[in-house]
């Protein structure tokens, strides 16, 4: 039995050195990553049993995703390896100011994308205390949203990112889908730029949340408000970070996931909402301290960050 599995495609990321361009690269780093799998790297690293389904190519590349993700201490063994297939990827230029950081996927005929929900084993995620899925996989096409509603019909609890691509479907299809979901969420996080995008909603955080609680009754729920902090909705309460962290941005990307990982690891341990949302913060602004998509943290580190020090202010 895990705490946590989840359901997503890893890409091959490939990064322009900053500040050099896309059309001005001569080398590119490479790094993995994918929203569910970032999540379920964070959580095992900080002490979570945790699995990850998908699919990966039959080639070296998929055997080093796995190899990579198997040594954050993930469980692999439900990845089905496709013959003849090929990882998607994505491409990264990191912006300087006014300079914005810019995204280049390649995703068209991934091993991933050959995944049906007829093929997999639900097992781990029927017997697991929690699974967590985002709108990414959902916006992924008929089997993309297929392996999302599988989840809500096998899971006993789900959590729930809306991480809207504009890339890949309208912000109406993200709103329908979720509003089909929504009521059997348990954790629903979302970034205020996405509640007025995808559901037109604008007005002060207490506001949002209060109309995002009628979409989503039985779900604790989380607004990412990016440099001003998050606010979280519980059973009517709403919380926000007792805790700010002055943070030397090494790499942005992948900080939403990690504030999802830290927020349901807390959870899953039985902490209450206070120091969820703490902790939270916490993993986030120790993954913005790192290189890649996933954050690369110990159970220690969190404790160290929230113990206080010089940049810490409550």
């Known amino acids: 039995m895990h705490d946590l599995v989840t359901v997503g495609e890893v890409l091959l990321r490939l990064s322009v050195p900053s500040p050099g361009r896309f059309e001005t690269a001569h080398h590119l780093?490479?790094?993995?990553?994918?929203?569910?799998a970032n999540v379920a790297a964070a959580c095992a690293r900080l002490g979570l049993r945790t699995a990850w389904l998908?699919?990966?190519?039959?080639n070296d590349w998929g055997e080093r995703v796995l190899r990579e993700l198997s040594a954050h201490g993930i469980d692999c063994s439900f990845v089905i390896s496709f013959p003849?297939?090929?990882?998607?990827l994505y491409f990264l230029e990191y912006g300087v100011r006014p300079r914005p950081i810019r995204v280049l996927y390649d995703r068209r005929d991934s091993a991933f994308s050959r995944l049906t929900a007829d093929i997999i084993d639900w097992a781990p995620v029927r017997h697991a205390?929690?699974?967590?899925?985002t709108g990414v996989t959902a916006a992924l096409g008929d089997n993309g949203r297929a392996l999302v509603r599988r989840v809500f019909q096998e899971a006993t609890e789900v959590s729930f990112d809306l991480n809207?691509?504009?890339?890949?479907?309208?912000?109406?299809?993200?709103?329908?889908?979720?509003?089909?979901?929504?009521?059997?969420?348990r954790y629903f996080f979302l970034g205020q730029t996405e509640a007025e995008t995808v559901f037109g909603m604008t007005g002060s955080p207490e506001m949002i949340l209060s109309s995002l609680s009628e979409m989503a009754p039985n779900a604790t729920i989380a607004l990412l408000r990016g440099a001003q902090g998050s606010s979280v909705y519980d059973r009517g309460e709403i919380y926000q970070p007792k805790v700010q962290h002055s943070i030397n941005v090494v790499d942005p990307i992948g900080a939403g996931d990690a504030y999802v990982a830290g927020y349901l690891w807390a959870s899953l341990q039985g902490r209450g909402t206070q120091d969820a949302i703490d902790i939270a913060a916490t993993v986030a602004a120790l993954k913005c301290s790192t290189w890649g998509d996933i954050a690369v943290i110990r159970e220690q580190d969190v404790i160290d960050a929230l113990a206080g020090g010089p940049d810490v202010r409550r």
């Open 164 to 185: 809207y691509r504009a890339a890949l479907w309208s912000a109406e299809d993200s709103k329908q889908f979720a509003l089909s979901v929504l009521p059997r969420v």
């Open 84 to 88: 003849g297939s090929r990882l998607g």
């Open 54 to 58: 998908s699919a990966v190519p039959d």
């Open 129 to 133: 205390s929690l699974v967590h899925v």
């Open 29 to 36: 780093d490479v790094q993995f990553g994918g929203a569910e």
